[in-house]
Nanobody, 121 residues
Framework: QVQLVESGGGLVQPGGSLRLTCTASGSIGSIYSMGWYRQAPGKERELVARSSNGGTTNYADSVKGRFTISRDNAKNTVYLQMSSLKPEDTAVYYC???????????????WGQGTQVTVSS
């Protein structure tokens, strides 16, 4: 069973920066992709950034040019470097991992606890 643990959130002023970290542990086998979602109160959980095992990255339009996703594959870890933060970035940020099974199927790991990011003056 795979466990995802997120960290690095906190309170930051507009224009500030934070780096989020997520580490996957347990019976992983092979990871197809790692990424980040976020969810504000009363809002749907939305994709922020994704990185495939081939190095392809995708970003939500709202964060392009400000956020950077990166991975340390040896540690099963994904990072999200966030700069020029805005109040609308305030949300709980969740790690997302797709596990490649032995039969060639991609299945999502259970959501972790998330990490709170609050952007406010």
């Amino acid at each position: 069973q795979v466990q995802l643990v997120e960290s690095g959130g906190g309170l930051v002023q507009p224009g500030g920066s934070l780096r989020l970290t997520c580490t996957a542990s347990g019976s992983i086998g092979s990871i197809y992709s790692m990424g980040w979602y976020r969810q504000a109160p009363g809002k749907e959980r939305e994709l922020v950034a994704r990185s495939s095992n081939g190095g392809t990255t995708n970003y939500a339009d709202s964060v392009k040019g400000r956020f950077t996703i990166s991975r340390d594959n040896a540690k099963n870890t994904v990072y999200l470097q966030m700069s020029s933060l805005k109040p609308e970035d305030t949300a709980v940020y969740y790690c997302h991992v797709l596990i490649r099974t032995a039969v060639g199927k991609n299945v999502p790991a259970p959501w972790g606890q998330g990490t709170q990011v609050t952007v406010s003056s």
